[in-house]
């Protein structure tokens, strides 16, 4: 091994040296600090520390423009740093101001001068219940929560004369804000964007169709928005003149009612619909005052239908929290119930600020020609988001037939009046014949969904554009793309499998929102940036893709339409048809002039045809199980389903698809090179031959074109003659039900009046019987306190007179007292005539005529009574007798029929025993069967049977017939007894209730003899010797007196009951038994014995003595298990 050199070593030794000096311990100045201050106490104070500059929070800077008629708006400059530029953001500028109380529900003002603005901070979203608590803490400190009509504005810095977006949230229009709209993904381009905020749920859309209550009046926010902007605009970078309405949802919803309306004209140049038309059904309230009737209820308002003066009031005091609580309770309890139940964040019809004077669609139908050009879609699952709010309803039909699954679903998403057209279409257009038997929750879900979308989000698009698109563009197309985040992926999905795009799911590839969908994966900014830059171009250019054949504006309107999808060859494919082969049924023919201008549409983009017979497409099975990446294989066949038998077409194989090789970062006006060859005059002539095929093919495919277009022309004016022919036809026959109609009304109206006339009679007869009780009553009080005073009378004439003897003595002393009197006055005045003498006598016997009248008259009036009594008493017993006859005569016929069924049922089974008996013979003549006819009465069929009786018979065949004889006999016996029993319980229930009828109505002739009598004692005390009796008996209280009088009642009625009747009477008189039963037994034993002295009459007796009766005799007869011939036999000698 050779040694370094010497200057490496001297090298090595310098460079340790070194480290060691660095290893060394040096002094820290920290302590040198602590030194130096000691020694300078006095003189040093220490300053505070500041933070390191990468810990000082930057100040933003401000962004200031100056807008006539606003003020000095002061926004945030470099709000955001978007593809390397800044991006400037005024934030929550007011355009227009609320009215307080009843103002909260009316159109808005727009804003006076405001001087300096400050636009630095977004301000809150308008009032919604997901943000009740923090309504209520902003009332609390005292904040006006409703001044919250703002709009924000993001633009690059330096823009000038820039495009505009105005982006208008929505979803359900009662949630949401203008946050949603973020500048992170179409500020990449030369754009400006604008969100705005408008008032939501009862404040924007709660309606009592009056000047107080107007409604829609969320349009009137947005349109004084839109004049605030077309106002101002270039004082942020924007043109005016190029204004493009983005909305989604229910925003969507707005601005499309907003433009049919006429009342934004020149306002907006370009509208884009995502997943929303003002066609759709969910969002139009078709029974505004029942919505305001319950939100009334719910709100503790008064709500009186004709004066709404009460309400307005109450409305305009209720605090914003507690109308928005109110409309959450009416949201959480209705939404159940139905579509027709919601309400109060719907469009309103005829609404008095006149943004929807008719019902949207007649507006888009007038609204044709001023049409304006869109870009019109939706998401391929847009309704499983409300198809998951009552999919638990679907769960519980408990039925296999589809139409009860089909009638869930349209409660929810269609008006009553289209339930019907609807039911048919999707039986006919989605579902087979096996779902009317086999249908379950599972099986069904996905063409119910296919279902919910075709009528809130397809159908609407389609009837939209129906006539606006032979005005204006219209490009259509649907949103498939399922990528890593859901608009509403926080919420579950209650459906048995997972759906494809869903709503507001494109919105998130605009905007970075909700914040945790705000992070995409490249495969999903690779589509976000393809959305955008087709939105930013139609916005700039009225186009949004300038390549050929990507994306061809709508020829009808079913299609052409762009789909973006999953496929990882492409994620844009042409497909022809919108409604994926289905037609939508026509609901408003009586709005546009053609009910299916285009039955063919998918022929106008057709390059291959081919002719395949119309069919339905089955839900036999859920196709998404399984499903693959790619849903919509490029040469998928679409199969055309109409309400005729029509021709369908394939889905066209495109020459080329210019996104197939797309690439992410490429830029849309960036052109490939294409590779050319060197000359090559065979070559040149192949291309040349090749062009010249392509043009000829080219010539070919536009004149099927024309031809085609021909055909349809000609197919649309055979079908405008045959709608004109029915709406002729519906118009007469709109005549007819109107006359029908008239006349059915004047029915009601007279058979109302009629009605009403009975109802005043019958009140005015209770009147009348009211007054009759009222007057009876006082007369009743009147008798009994006349009785009452009567009573008194006695028991005082009873006190003072304690007998008639003493009062004979009392008189006597009395007039001897008198007397004395008189004498002495004759004594002392022997010539004064006695005059008082005489006055006196007279007097006591004009007192004695009256008191014998009065005893008279009341005297007769008792008999009176009393005859009327026994009157009432002998009719009753006569009706009851009656009754009971009447009874007798039912029950005897009952007999007499039970006899004679039993009669024929013994002839029937004799019939059945003697043709038994024959099948055991060789042989036995016709006329012999023939001869068995029915017989007038069992006595006449013995008579006969024993005539033709043979002398011999078989033993064997006897016995035999004998033991089946008793079997059936024992088991008709068996039966016999069971009705006879039944029959014995229905007579004696039947008699128990008699017996309580009979029991209650003497009780009640009770009653009325006590109240004779009682009347009779008190209107005659000196008629008998009882009332003597009385008299002499003080009693304590008038109590005691009327229970002594029941008590001698009680007695006389006893001893008149126990006076014996004639004979004669009690046998035919049910009220001379003890009971009902004992009545009914004397008549048996009765009729026993009247048979047993018929029986000794007529020579009888002897034969059948231990029968005393036919029943008894039929039933011994019957239970012997001798043959019936035999038993003849035995006794024919005795007969």
């Known amino acids: 091994m050779q040694s370094l050199p010497s200057w490496v070593q001297l090298l090595a030794l310098a460079l340790c040296i070194c480290q060691i000096c660095a290893l060394q311990p040096r002094p820290r100045s920290d302590d040198a600090d602590y030194d130096f201050s000691a020694e300078n106490e006095d003189s040093f104070t220490p300053q505070p520390l500041r933070p390191p500059p990468w810990q000082e929070a930057p100040q933003p800077q401000e962004a200031r423009v100056q807008v006539p008629g606003v003020g000095d708006i002061v926004g945030v400059r470099g709000y955001k740093t978007i593809s390397g530029r800044p991006i400037n953001a005024f934030l929550g500028v007011r355009y227009a101001q609320v009215g307080a109380g009843l103002g909260r529900f009316q159109q808005a003002r727009a804003t006076s001068f405001q001087g300096r603005v400050d636009a630095t901070t977004a301000s809150p979203n308008c009032a919604q219940f997901p943000e009740l608590q923090r309504l209520q803490a902003a009332e609390a400190r005292g904040e006006n929560v409703d001044d919250c009509l703002t709009l924000n504005i993001y633009a690059p810095e330096g823009a000038r004369d820039l495009p505009v977006l105005v982006f208008v949230h929505g979803e359900m229009l009662f949630d949401g804000g203008a946050e949603e709209a973020q500048p992170d993904y179409v500020l990449e381009n030369d754009i400006v964007l604008v969100s705005i905020n408008y008032r939501l749920a009862p404040f924007g859309f709660l309606s009592a169709l009056s000047d107080q209550l107007p409604g829609n009046v969320a349009l009137s926010d947005i349109h004084l928005a839109l004049e605030w902007l077309q106002r101002n605009l270039p004082h942020f970078g924007g043109n005016s003149g190029k204004v493009t309405l983005v909305g989604q949802a229910g925003g969507a919803t707005l601005v499309h009612a907003l433009s049919l309306s006429g009342r934004a004209t020149n306002l907006f140049q370009q509208l884009i619909l995502q997943s929303g038309t003002a066609l759709n059904p969910y969002l139009i309230d078709e029974r505004p005052l029942e919505t305001l009737a319950t939100f009334a209820r719910l709100a503790r308002c008064p709500y009186a239908g004709r004066s709404l003066a009460p309400l307005y009031d109450c409305l ?61 879609g939706a998401a391929k699952d847009a309704s499983a988001f409300i198809l998951s709010r009552f999919y638990d309803q679907i769960q519980r039909v408990q039925s296999q037939n589809v139409s009860d699954f089909i009638n869930v679903v349209l409660r929810h998403t269609a008006p009553p009046s289209q339930h019907q057209a609807w039911l048919d279409w999707a039986r006919r257009e989605i579902f087979s014949q096996e779902h009317d038997r086999t249908a379950s929750a599972h099986s069904v879900s996905q063409g119910l969904l296919e279902l919910s979308n075709m009528i809130l989000y397809r159908a609407p698009v389609i009837y939209s554009i129906r006539l606006s698109h032979k005005k204006s563009p219209v490009y259509l197309y649907t949103f498939d793309y399922r990528g890593e985040h859901h608009r509403f992926g926080h919420l579950d999905n209650p459906l048995p499998f997972g759906v494809d795009a869903s709503l507001s799911d494109d919105s998130v590839y605009l905007f970075p929102y909700p914040p945790e969908a705000s992070r995409l994966n490249p495969v999903d900014k690779s589509l976000s940036r393809a959305l955008v830059t087709m939105w930013v171009n139609f916005a700039v250019s009225g186009i949004p893709n300038q390549n050929a054949g990507v994306w061809p504006k709508a020829t009808s309107e079913y299609g052409p339409f762009l789909r973006f999808t999953n496929s990882r060859q492409s994620m844009l494919e042409l497909d022809p048809h919108f409604g994926d082969g289905l037609y939508a049924p026509n609901l408003y023919g009586q709005y546009f002039n053609a009910t299916n201008s285009t039955t063919t549409a998918a022929a106008t983009t057709t390059t291959t045809t081919t002719t395949t017979t119309t069919t339905r497409r089955p839900y036999v099975y859920n196709p998404y199980v399984n499903r693959q990446p790619n849903p919509y ?186 007397q004395r009197e008189r004498e002495r006055e004759q004594t002392i005045n022997p010539d004064e005539p006695d005059d008082r003498e005489l006055e006196e006598r007279e007097q006591q016997e004009r007192e004695e005529q009256q008191r014998q009248q009065i005893l008279h008259e009341q005297r007769l009036q008792y008999e009176q009574r009393q005859r009327e009594q026994q009157q009432r008493e002998q009719e009753q017993r006569e009706q009851l007798a009656r009754e009971q006859q009447e009874q007798q005569e039912q029950q005897q016929r009952e007999q007499e029929q039970r006899e004679q069924e039993e009669r024929e049922q013994q002839e029937r089974e004799e019939q059945q025993r003697e043709e038994m008996a024959r099948g055991h013979q060789p042989y036995e003549p016709e006329e012999q069967e023939s001869s068995r006819r029915p017989y007038p009465s069992y006595e006449d069929y013995v008579r006969r049977d024993e005539e033709e009786e043979p002398v011999d018979s078989d033993p064997e065949i006897d016995e035999s017939s004998n033991r089946n004889y008793a079997e059936e006999q024992e088991r008709e016996q068996q039966q016999r007894e069971q009705l006879y029993r039944e029959q014995q319980e229905r007579e004696r229930e039947q008699q128990e209730q008699e017996r309580e009828q009979q029991e209650q109505e003497r009780e009640q002739q009770e009653q009325e003899r006590e109240q004779q009598e009682r009347g009779r004692q008190s209107q005659n005390p000196n008629e008998d010797e009882e009332d003597q009796q009385d008299r002499r008996q003080p009693y304590q209280s008038y109590e005691e007196y009327l229970r002594a009088t029941e008590e001698a009642e009680a007695a006389a009625a006893a001893a008149q009951d126990t006076e014996p009747e004639p004979e004669p009477e009690r046998e035919n008189d049910p009220s001379a038994y003890e009971s009902y039963d004992d009545y009914i037994r004397a008549q048996q034993e009765r009729q026993e014995a009247e048979e047993r002295e018929r029986a000794v009459q007529e020579g009888w007796e002897h034969s059948r003595p231990e029968y005393p009766g036919y029943r008894q005799f039929v039933g011994n007869h019957h239970s012997s298990p001798q043959h019936a011939k035999q038993l003849r036999r035995q006794q024919r000698p005795n007969l």
């Open 316 to 376: 305009s005091r209720l605090p914003t929290s507690q109308v928005v609580s109110a409309f959450e309770q009416l949201l959480q309890q209705n939404e159940a119930s139905g579509l027709s139940f919601l309400g109060g964040f719907k469009l309103v019809v005829g609404d008095p600020l006149g943004y929807l004077p008719e019902h949207p669609a007649a507006l888009a139908a007038k609204a044709a020609n001023s049409s304006v050009p869109m870009i019109v």
């Open 633 to 818: 294989p490029y040469n998928y066949n679409a199969t055309t389903t109409t309400s005729t038998t029509t021709t369908t077409t394939r889905r066209p194989m495109y020459a080329y698809n210019p996104y197939a090789n797309w690439q992410p970062n490429r830029q849309p006006g960036q052109a490939q090179p294409f590779p050319r060859r060197p000359t090559d005059p065979a070559y040149e002539r192949a291309q040349e031959i090749r062009r010249q095929q392509v043009i000829r093919e080219q010539q070919e495919r536009e004149q099927r074109i024309r031809e085609q277009r021909e055909r349809e022309q000609q197919q649309q004016e055979e079908q405008q003659r045959r709608e004109e022919e029915e709406r002729e036809q519906r118009r007469v026959q709109e005549q007819r039900e109107q006359e029908a109609q008239r006349e059915l009304e004047q029915r009601y109206q007279m058979q109302r009046e009629k009605q009403q006339r009975e109802q005043q009679q019958r009140e005015q007869l209770a009147r009348e019987q009211q007054e009759v009780l009222e007057q009876q009553q006082r007369e009743r009080e009147q008798r009994e306190q006349a009785a009452r005073e009567q009573w008194e009378r006695n028991r005082e004439r009873a006190e003072v007179h304690r007998s008639p003897q003493e009062e004979l003595e009392q008189r006597q002393r009395e007039w001897e007292r008198q």
